[in-house]
């Protein structure tokens, strides 16, 4: 998750007017314990229509990094 974080946080673009903030990530149920599921709730800010559906599009296409992890959106 903290690599998805980094990318997340990365798209922040002040010039454009984009600030995406990672403010709560759920998971895990104990310390040293490989955690089965992680969620992440993102602030998105965007100054237009057309750039809320770019960055739409962009987080839904999200890709897993690592060979075991899958992102799923939110249902």
Known sequence: MVRQILRIEGKTD???GITGN???????TGVNVVSA??????DL????????????????GLEPIGTDVEVTPPA
């Open 22 to 28: 990672v403010g709560l990530v759920k998971g895990g």
């Open 45 to 60: 800010r965007v100054p237009s229509q057309q750039l809320a559906e770019k960055m739409t599009h962009w987080f839904l």
């Open 14 to 16: 002040y010039a454009r």
């Open 37 to 42: 599921e992680c969620a992440a709730e993102i």
